[in-house]
Every structure is written in structure tokens, then in C-alpha cells.
């Protein structure tokens, strides 16, 4: 199942390996910007391919009937091919690189190897875009394992980090995929400035149809309006995004509205 993921490893560390290569390498990278990182971006990717291998390792047997499960395999399969390839390239330019350097024609040959080595280094750039792909598609798959468990009636589920890393395009994926299979469904924005009020007169106005909701919601504080949340969500299975979230608080705040649900997940 790992085989391709462990001779892309093993290729790797051959190549990383080679002090000659490297010493070769950095001649190079004062030519061309674009080769100083080259190294380290590929045991970038030797750390990456590492932890999808042990991922694999782990995955119980009965998950490998998993459509889902397979298909993630199969692309991180696809990306450990294309490894061992640009792998084998780099192999066998810098043998050839070292050859001519012990023969004196190194210096003649500068310029095609810097032109070959770019190459290279554009692929190696390939590689990290379908590395990237791969994880969201392990995480996609795991909020969708854990949006569905049935160890709680109510699940909250937390996805943080630094901005950028793709959170709330992670989130809206399996949102938009998944709403369909709730009775509730809404996303919020909250950001830095809010009241807990305001939340949750918004959640009420989306949660609960339009007729159905109190003409004096303006006047309702934060007793009654959890209180027609709860009724607008009495049993039903709800899927609820908490976007943009910088302060627990917020979700600790407004949690008493979410009791007796069938199913409440939040993303902060």
C-alpha cells in the first residue's frame, strides 16, 4: 500500500545524501535564486511523505474499503510517483554534474546545468501545490468523520491557526457538501467586534422562519432569545459555522442556546 511512498523516501534520502551534489548545488544557487532552497524544500516534502506514510500505516483495515479512504491513498500514491521521479532526475543530473566537475568540464557546462536544475526546482514546486492538496483532502475527510460521530449528541468541533492556512475554505467545503443532510443549517461571522446579543438575534433570524420568529425580537435579551433558539432547534440535527472567531468566550456565551439538539457542530 506504502511501497511507492517508501522508494520516494528512500530516493530522497539517496540524493539528500550526497555532500558532493550539495557543495555543487550551492555553486549553482549563485546563479540562480530559485536553487538556494532547493534542498530544503525537498526534505520538506521527505518530512511530508513521512507523516502520510504513517498516517497509512495506521489506517485499520476496515477503513481501506472506504471510497473515500482509497482515494486519498491513491492520490498521495500519484504524488510519491511524481517524487520519484524529479528524484530520479536529480540523481542522475547530479552524477552527471559530478563526473564533469572530476573532468574539469563543470565550468563549460555551468549555464545547462543551472538551465536543468530550474527545472527541477520548478517541479519540486509541483510537488509541495500537490502535497498542500493532498492534506486538505485528509482534513476535509476527518471534519467529516468527526462532524458525523456518534460518541456525543452534540459536537463542537474547533478548527484554528494562524491566518491563511486555508481554515475557512477547509470549512465551507464540508459545509457546503454537507448542509444538505441537516434540518438547521447556518454560518455566522462574528470577528473581533461583537455582542452576544446581536449573535444571537442573528442565529434566531436564521435558524427559525421568518413568520415564526417574534415581531419584538429587537426588544428579546439574551434569556429569551436563547430560549427561542432552543425551541426553533428542539431536536432537530443542526449544522452551525461560527466563522472568524477570536475569543472562546463567544461560543461559551451563547453554548445554553444549543442544549436538547439532536446534533449541534460549530467551527470557530
Known sequence: MAEAIILALRKIGSALADETAKKMLAKLSEKVNNLRDLNDKIESIRM???????????IGTIYLTDEVVRGWIGEVRK???HVEDVMDMYSYHTLQMEEEW???KYFIKASH???VFSQIAEEVIKVEKEIKKVVELKNLR???EWLYSDELDSTVITVSGMGGLGKTTLVTNVYEREKTNFSATTWMVVSQTYTIEALLRKLLMKVGREEQVSPNIDKLDVHDLKENIKQKLDNRKCLIVLDDVWDQEVYLQMSDAFQNLAMTSCWR
Open 142 to 144: 476527518r471534519l467529516t
Open 79 to 81: 504524488v510519491a510517483y
Open 48 to 58: 511530508q511523505l513521512t507523516a502520510m506514510n504513517n498516517v497509512i500505516c495506521k
Open 113 to 115: 546545468y543551472v538551465l
Open 102 to 104: 572530476f573532468l574539469k
